[in-house]
């Protein structure tokens, strides 16, 4: 069931934040509310250390001596936490890997860590996502 209620805001803040949802598509403030309210809790489940999912995102020079080797050894330490992996050679050089992850907030952050250390790693990403409501 939807409950409304009203929020105050000063003028300026409100033009900000009307600008803010149009460039994101938004037709309406609520939902765009809804969406801020859910990423704050999907902060609060990742800071408590609860199941989570994500998607970590790599981007290596397959060239780089053992990376590819190294990338799967990382993964296949982690693999409890690995839900499926997606490569893609992005050029004649690079290669892109797309990795969703789930479980305990603390050990999915590790797995990205580890992965973004390796040396030939040119950029790592962890999207935290959830649904806002704890997994199980
Ligand atoms: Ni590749």
């Known amino acids: 069931m939807l409950k409304r209620f009203s929020i105050s805001l000063e003028d300026e803040l409100l033009s900000i934040f009307d600008e803010h949802?149009?460039?994101?598509?938004?037709?309406?403030?609520s939902e765009a509310i809804r969406d801020l309210i859910r990423k704050a809790f999907i902060k609060d489940e990742w800071q408590a250390d609860k199941m989570?999912?994500?998607?970590?995102?790599?981007?290596?020079?397959?060239?780089?001596?053992?990376?590819?080797?190294?990338v799967t050894l990382?993964?296949?330490?982690?693999?409890?936490?690995?839900?499926?992996?997606t490569h893609v050679h992005m050029d004649h050089d690079n290669c892109l890997e797309?990795?969703?992850?789930r479980g305990?907030?603390?050990?999915?952050?590790?797995?990205?860590?580890?992965?973004?250390?390796?040396?030939?790693?040119r950029d790592a990403?962890?999207?935290?996502?959830?649904?806002?409501?704890f997994l199980h």
């Open 125 to 133: 990403n962890l999207a935290m996502s959830s649904t806002g409501e």
């Open 21 to 29: 949802i149009m460039a994101r598509s938004y037709t309406n403030r």
């Open 74 to 85: 990382v993964q296949h330490d982690y693999h409890h936490h690995i839900v499926s992996t």
């Open 52 to 70: 989570v999912m994500g998607v970590i995102s790599l981007v290596y020079d397959h060239h780089q001596h053992k990376l590819q080797e190294k």
């Open 104 to 121: 305990k907030a603390k050990e999915v952050q590790e797995l990205a860590d580890q992965l973004s250390a390796l040396r030939g790693v």
């Open 98 to 101: 797309v990795i969703v992850v």
